[in-house]
């Protein structure tokens, strides 16, 4: 599941190959009090940071049937609980992804988070593996592999997927060869291990946590797995925990979400804020959709150079800056920007930072490795070709991509099936969520809802955008999530908010 915002796309980390990854497994076990691992916390303040963040290191096992084996390292960071209300435990920022780092979200979020619950949390945060500063590994991929609009199966402007198919296959290919045993521990059903063993080393008998996104999905397996050591979880953005839709059904569902969502740019781009009258597309919101589908459709046949860059702007690019624009209104001017210089035969388009560049070998490695490592993907070429023309007609915002082959279908099985989600699990979660979410669209949340019967409340946000809690904003929605985590109110049944 993508959880991050446009200016986030870009991605976070820092080259190593499966070769570097191993030399950080560590084999000394540390241990801390009742055999779980000790956490040196160390101050860690950053620029425009939290005062008072630390930072220390957790040892997780490679592989939790053998705890006594090698280890890889994860970074933790904390902001303490500060009063005046007494402390009531530990709250997991749980970001996004996979790709998403703990560290981040709390080194961003955490003061607002802090104001908001009072002080009464410990709000921790920490890079699942192969993300931050965490233990990494790689595929070694080729250049040319690990842009994002590469790694995102965009079809051929005819449709074809067979450049998609080739690079799928040489992918899996590499990271079998390369990736070795760090890379194939970079599951979601491991991060719930490692938050659990992280619950050990914090002292805690509970955690409480904001899960986004994909970090909603890895909430709810720690909520099925661990009901007895679950308080207050809050799940924002979720997408359908099916096991038999996971992660190829997320990926499918962006289609749809962004037919949901696009309405609202439509209506920006037509009405744009005085400030930015010079980016207006289109006199009426209906005909945005045109302005932009046929200057991909242009773009196909013609790409334009860019700015600072040697990567031309294509349809697929295009569309790619739409998809990532979508899940957030503060990227609608830089969209609308791109949309203009790109329609002007002497204008000079600039990519967004995203797309100007290859990933880092482990950021790309990590990005494909967790969704094909928790759950066995279709494998026929012919079905993705036939869902790849059908998603087309369908949706031409997605033209396709969201339909179509990855990686995975090459893929090894999974050593393990995935985790039902059940209302047998934690009875204390409170869900929220967009109406027109263009990454886990709202349909696929009402799923989730589903799953968690009376054990969820869900609050619907009648807004758009990828993400819908926003600590210290004040809207209905985040006024509802803030009276949860600080005093465990909520709704008696599911509800809805206008802002």
Same mark, same amino acid.
């Given at each position: ?150 790694? &995102? ?46 619950? &050990? ?93 046929? *200057?991909?459709?242009? *773009? ?127 009875? &204390? ?71």
């Amino acid at each position: 599941m993508t959880t991050c915002t446009r200016r986030r796309a870009a991605l976070t980390l820092s080259l190593t190959i499966a070769a570097s990854a191993l030399t950080a497994v560590s084999f000394a076990p540390a241990a801390g009090a009742a055999g779980a691992p000790a956490l040196a916390w160390k101050a860690c303040e950053r620029p425009g940071g939290p005062a008072g963040q630390e930072c220390a290191e957790l040892p997780v096992p490679l592989d939790y049937r053998d705890p006594g084996g090698p280890r890889l390292t994860l970074a933790v960071t904390r902001l303490r609980a500060q009063g005046p209300a007494p402390r009531r435990g530990t709250l997991v920022a749980l970001p996004g992804g996979p790709g998403g780092s703990g560290v981040q979200r709390v080194t961003e979020r955490g003061e607002a988070l802090r104001e908001e619950t009072r002080g009464r949390y410990d709000i921790v945060g920490f890079d699942p593996r192969g993300v931050g500063s965490s233990s990494k590994a790689g595929c070694g991929l080729a250049e040319e592999d690990r842009h994002l609009i590469a790694l &995102r199966s965009w079809p051929a402007p005819d449709g074809g997927i067979e450049e998609n198919v080739a690079r799928s296959r040489r992918i899996a290919e590499a990271c079998a060869r390369n990736g070795g045993p760090v890379l194939r521990s970079f599951t979601s059903e491991n991060q719930v291990r490692d938050m659990d063993l992280l619950r &050990r080393a914090l002292g805690e008998k509970k955690l409480s946590a904001w899960g986004t996104s994909y970090g909603s999905y890895v909430a709810a397996l720690y909520a099925q797995h661990h009901p007895d050591r679950t308080d207050r979880f809050v799940m924002d953005s979720t997408a359908d925990p099916d096991p038999d839709r996971l992660e190829h059904g997320w990926l499918a569902d962006m289609a749809r979400g962004a037919d949901d969502r696009f309405p609202d740019f439509a209506s920006w781009a037509a009405d744009p804020p005085a400030a930015y009258r010079h980016l207006r597309l289109a006199e009426h919101a209906e005909d945005v959709r045109k302005v932009v589908t046929d *200057l991909a459709a242009r *773009l196909d046949r013609e790409p334009r150079r860019t700015v600072g860059s040697d990567i031309p702007l294509t349809g697929n690019a295009l569309r790619q800056a739409l998809q990532t624009a979508l899940n957030d209104d503060g990227a609608f001017p830089d969209f609308a920007a791109l949309v203009k210089e790109a329609a002007d035969p002497e204008g000079h388009p600039v990519l967004p930072p995203e797309l100007s560049g290859p990933l880092p070998d482990a950021d790309a490695s990590l990005l494909v490795a967790v969704i094909c490592n928790d759950v066995r993907w279709p494998r026929q070429v012919g079905g993705y070709r036939r869902a790849v023309a059908a998603d087309r007609a369908a949706h031409p915002l997605t033209a396709g991509m969201p339909a179509n082959i990855t990686p995975c279908a090459f893929w090894k099985d999974p050593a393990g099936k995935p985790t039902r989600i059940t209302d047998d699990g934690a009875s &204390r979660v409170l869900m929220i969520q967009n109406l027109r979410d263009p990454s886990t669209p709202y349909s696929s949340s009402l799923e989730m809802r589903r799953s968690l019967g009376d054990t969820a409340r869900m609050v619907t946000v009648d807004r758009g955008g990828h993400g819908a809690y926003v600590p210290g904003r004040g809207a209905c929605g985040d006024r509802a999530v803030t009276a949860f985590l600080n005093d465990g109110e909520r709704p008696v049944r599911d509800t809805y908010c206008a802002d």
